[in-house]
């Protein structure tokens, strides 16, 4: 009976580490709901390939001329490029709708595109970390190639998974020239640790940390390993500026206050009342966008480097 009872528990923590992980691994796919076309804008599709040879799609978006009577003005060239990061979960659709303003209103080149297992981009693993900075390198790298008059100067906008990811790049990226990060996690295992608590009601010992160990097997390497805690203080002296909501249970307000201590400046930290998370641009309205818009401004007007 004994014997019984060990393997059973041996066989449910098996595929309790399978389930676990795979929910990381294997990512969370929605479909694209707009275009930028929805928008008034123009565009063009864009492709390329990940480091490991998935193919990653994504839009460049070129600078607007003023909107008049609700229609985009005249192509105006600019060589400062917004690369712009979705979250777990979501894809470059959602994005845009919270952040077209910034060529519409800001004059920037934006260029939008879907991490691996998420909206039109190729399924492969996920890792949070690893394999979604290797997307983003990847997109840096096409976007200078196919557009290199318009991506002299680029920056980088991250929400979420897509903020964290942000912040590694443009850590070891000195040619980024700022980064906009809307409430990024700072450490992998904490945040596997609070989601499974949040969502699945698992504990810390053993579950969560078996759901660290499966991953990091089935992976070949450790996540925690690529937490930008561990590297946001390289990103100064470029901007760095921190939004958070502080309603949100999924990246609470001590994930940016953490950050934001361990960020050289310059730096600024903007916490929006009210807002839970993905709900920054909702609740901070007018002020979310002049805010970006201030912050990008003086990221391409700023001293040159």
């Known amino acids: 009976m004994i014997l019984v009872l060990a393997g059973l528990s041996l066989l449910f923590f098996v595929l309790w580490a399978y389930f676990s992980s795979a929910l990381i691994i294997d990512g969370n796919r929605d479909p694209i709901t707009v275009l930028p076309r929805t928008f008034g804008l123009e565009f063009t599709e864009e492709a390329f390939p990940s480091a490991d040879g998935l193919t990653l799609k994504g839009w460049f978006v070129p600078a607007q001329g003023p909107r008049a009577r609700g229609?985009?003005?005249?192509?105006?060239?600019?060589?400062?490029?917004?690369?712009?990061?979705?979250?777990?979960?979501?894809?470059?659709s959602d994005i845009l709708e919270r952040t077209y303003f910034l060529n519409t209103e800001g004059g920037y080149n934006?260029?939008?595109?879907?991490?691996?297992?998420?909206?039109?981009?190729?399924?492969?693993?996920?890792?949070?970390?690893?394999?979604e900075i290797g997307?983003?390198?990847?997109?840096?790298?096409?976007?200078?190639?196919?557009?290199?008059?318009?991506?002299?100067?680029?920056?980088?906008?991250?929400?979420?998974?897509?903020?964290?990811?942000?912040?590694?790049?443009?850590?070891?990226?000195?040619?980024?020239?700022?980064?906009?990060?809307e409430s990024p996690f700072g450490s992998y295992r904490d945040v596997v640790i609070r989601f499974g608590r949040m969502y699945y009601n698992m504990p810390r010992v053993p579950f969560a940390l078996i759901t660290l160990w499966a991953v990091r097997w089935r992976l070949g390497f450790d996540p925690q390993d690529y937490s930008p805690l561990a590297v946001v203080g390289k990103i100064a002296p470029r901007p760095l500026f921190l939004l958070q909501g502080d309603k949100d249970a999924r990246m609470p307000v001590m994930e940016g206050e953490r950050l934001f201590a361990a960020a050289g400046e310059p730096k600024t930290l903007w916490t929006v009342p009210g807002a839970n998370h993905g709900e920054v641009a909702e609740w901070g309205g007018r002020a979310y966008r002049q805010k970006l818009l201030d912050f990008y401004r003086g990221v391409f007007e700023g001293p040159t480097r």
Request: hydrophobic fraction near 45%.
């Open 135 to 181: 997307d983003l390198e990847a997109a840096l790298s096409h976007l200078r190639a196919a557009h290199p008059a318009e991506a002299r100067r680029v920056a980088l906008y991250g929400m979420s998974l897509g903020a964290a990811v942000c912040l590694w790049v443009a850590a070891q990226h000195p040619d980024i020239r700022g980064v906009a990060a």
């Open 71 to 92: 229609k985009p003005g005249p192509v105006l060239p600019t060589d400062k490029t917004l690369i712009v990061c979705h979250g777990w979960g979501a894809n470059r």
């Open 110 to 131: 934006l260029f939008y595109f879907d991490f691996r297992n998420h909206g039109d981009s190729g399924s492969g693993k996920s890792s949070l970390t690893k394999l």
